[in-house]
């Protein structure tokens, strides 16, 4: 069984969330009309949550210093791949971040003061391409970096692992968390038919990782490994508590949301991330507390 | 690679002693918590008769070597004789061999914070010299051998062990001469 890891648990979740927004931010972008202070906002809260998960990614290592050596081996490393896309996200924000300070807000548009569109006016008068194209490639890059992180796990020696799963958790940890954090960060800036999207993408995120985890549970017994990472999950109190708040409580709380006219209080939303959010941190702490892999079983 | 350089294993004359494993502590001054060989006990049941078996076992210097293929630091090389060399100066201690190898053989070294493990000696082997592990072994169970289709041919030549990981995963240069069931020796 493995370890509390928890500079990748942090590295992993942050990365995802900061990655999701920058996702979630390129879908309000397709129709011009994302809020420029949502887009400013979202850019640098998505920066910060990048640089604390790169950093936390240093404590994993017994030689941090010497991290930069980790990029030698692209040919067959899912590691060195890892880095290389996350820092090419990084840089790609960057760009966002140098397209976020040149944006005032005096571009405001539509309806209501808040309602600020991107089209012309948007990214200091640089045509909303700049900026949509922008969140595309850093999305895109963010993608490639959490799918290279999925896959350092796919190793043959833990049967658990190697399939399709590490994947497939990590990308719905960037859809749910990203949907979510963008609707905190929006609040009222955030338009009615914007934010039922976000709601209706956390919802499904949330049904599709609920399936998906029951599949994935009954498909673990084909292994003796495999039983034994079901059987840990299934006897900690933590699966418990993260089936409660990311799980049950989000599908509960977020139908009550769609339904109601005003689509739910800032309050609740806030509510539901958190929840979510300790969900998530635990589903990963669990995911590496249970890995276990093909081993020597004789006796010494 | 021209070559596989590997381990033979004799079950039935290794006495369980861990001359081996201690030959290799002294021969690198490992400290305490890395043991790059361990001598391992086959569990009696696995037999059709009770019998109280070992075998000792290091890297196993696969042709697929999953290590070799995680790191990212490329720490790892394979040799044109199939040894595979772990290099500590390149390692960054992100113990991602460590949970790549079937058989936990690349240990972290707490003192160190880098992994280490066997190097089949290649610095004995390029002067002509047997490993330290073999030499040390009195009873002659284990031996250094060129892992190929004339060996796997013999009979009594075994792939595995009951007990081992699926050689199918890194397919390691390893064999085996098993056990012979009713002749036991006894280390209470
Ligand atoms: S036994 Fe483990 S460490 Fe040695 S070559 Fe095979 S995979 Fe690598
Ligand atoms: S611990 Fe060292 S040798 Fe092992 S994968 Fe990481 S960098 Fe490579």
Redesign the interface.
């Known amino acids: 069984m493995g370890d509390w890891e928890w500079p990748l648990i942090l590295f992993t979740v942050l990365g995802q969330i900061a990655i999701g927004i920058i996702l979630m931010l390129w879908w309000l972008a397709r129709n011009r009309n994302l809020n420029i202070q949502l887009f400013k906002r979202g850019v640098h809260v998505s920066g910060g949550l990048l640089l604390i998960a790169l950093l936390a990614s240093l404590f994993h290592l017994g030689h941090p210093e010497a991290a930069y050596r980790a990029l030698a081996h692209l040919g067959s490393s899912w590691l060195s791949r890892e880095i290389l896309f996350f820092l090419l996200t990084f840089l790609a924000w960057i760009y966002l971040f140098r397209l976020s300070r040149q944006q005032t807000s005096s571009h405001t548009l539509g309806s209501g003061a808040s309602i600020i569109t991107t089209a012309e006016t948007a990214a200091g008068g640089q045509p909303t391409s700049n900026l949509s194209l922008g969140l595309g490639i850093t999305s895109l890059l963010g993608l490639l970096g959490i799918a290279s992180s999925a896959m350092i796990y796919v190793l043959p020696r833990v049967p658990a692992w190697n399939n399709g799963g590490p994947v497939l958790f990590f990308l719905l940890t960037t859809g749910l968390l990203g949907a979510l954090c963008t609707l905190v960060l929006g609040g009222n800036l955030l338009q009615t038919a914007q934010k039922k999207l976000l709601l209706q993408v956390s919802l499904g995120c949330t049904i599709f990782s609920l399936i998906l985890s029951v599949i994935y549970g009954s498909m673990l017994s084909a292994s003796m490994e495999g039983a034994a990472s079901l059987n840990y999950h299934l006897s900690s109190p933590l699966f418990w508590v993260r089936a409660l708040v990311s799980w049950l409580a989000p599908l509960l709380l977020l139908v009550i949301i769609l339904k109601s006219p005003d689509l739910g209080k800032k309050n609740l939303i806030l509510t539901v991330t958190l929840l979510v959010g300790l969900g998530e941190i635990l589903g990963r702490a669990l995911f590496y507390l249970s890995a276990t892999g093909i081993q020597i079983t004789a006796l010494f | 690679m021209s070559k596989q350089l590997g381990f033979l294993h004799n079950s039935e004359k290794c006495v369980g002693c861990r001359g081996c494993e201690i030959a290799c502590k002294n021969e690198y001054q490992i400290e305490a918590t890395p043991q790059w060989r361990?001598?391992?006990?086959?569990?009696e049941d696995d037999f059709s008769l009770p019998t109280r078996m070992f075998?000792s076992?290091a890297c196993n210097h696969c042709a697929h070597p999953?290590c070799?293929?995680?790191?990212?630091?490329?720490a790892y090389t394979k040799r044109e004789d199939g040894i595979v060399i772990h290099d500590p100066n390149?390692?960054?201690?992100?113990?991602?061999c460590t949970?790549?190898?079937?058989?936990?053989r690349p240990q972290?070294n707490p003192a160190?914070?880098?992994v280490e493990k066997c190097n089949l000696c290649y610095q004995r082997i390029d002067q002509g010299e047997k490993p330290a592990c073999v030499t040390a072994c009195i009873p002659g169970a284990l031996e250094l051998v060129e892992i190929n289709d004339s060996l796997d041919q013999k009979t009594g030549i075994l792939k595995t062990?009951?007990?081992?990981?699926?050689p199918k995963?890194t397919s390691p240069s390893i064999r085996f001469i098993g056990p012979k069931q009713g002749k036991q020796i006894r280390r209470d």
């Open positions: 361990k001598v391992f006990q086959l569990h075998f076992m999953e070799l293929r995680v790191c990212p630091v490329k390149r390692c960054i201690g992100c113990r991602l949970m790549a190898c079937p058989y936990d972290i160190k914070k880098k062990l009951p007990g081992l990981p699926s995963i």
